[in-house]
């Protein structure tokens, strides 16, 4: 069983700044890309940013030179530093990893976490 836990999403003013975290647990063999995703109300879900797990990042454009994605490989940890936040910044942040255990490769998916940004 593998779990990913989320925790940092709040309410903030616009400009203001916010950090997630999210730590997979449970029979993980290897961590391999680990992500942030988000969803806004009546959106589909989009790719935030990504980060391998030799470092190589990749992010969308709307978010790029503001948010800043890194991992603890040691505490398999993936956070997501979010600056210059704006309205438009506001949904549900997901975290994803693609995690091996010792039977299988899968993608896991955390529980969300609430991202609101006032104007």
């Known amino acids: 069983q593998v779990q990913l836990v989320e925790s940092g999403g709040g309410v903030v003013q616009a400009g203001g700044s916010l950090r997630l975290s999210c730590q997979a647990s449970?029979?993980?063999?290897?961590?391999?890309?680990m992500g942030w995703y988000r969803q806004a109300p009546e959106k589909q879900r989009e790719l935030v940013a990504t980060?391998?797990?030799?470092?190589?990042?990749n992010y969308a454009d709307s978010v790029k030179g503001r948010f800043t994605i890194s991992r603890d490989n040691a505490k398999n940890t993936v956070y997501l530093q979010m600056n210059s936040l704006k309205p438009e910044d506001t949904a549900v942040y997901y975290c994803?990893?693609?995690?091996?255990?010792?039977?299988?490769?899968?993608?896991?998916w955390g529980q969300g976490t609430q991202v609101t940004v006032s104007s």
């Open positions: 449970g029979s993980i063999f290897g961590l391999n890309t």
């Open positions: 980060i391998t797990r030799g470092g190589n990042t």
């Open positions: 994803n990893a693609l995690v091996m255990t010792i039977r299988d490769r899968n993608n896991y």
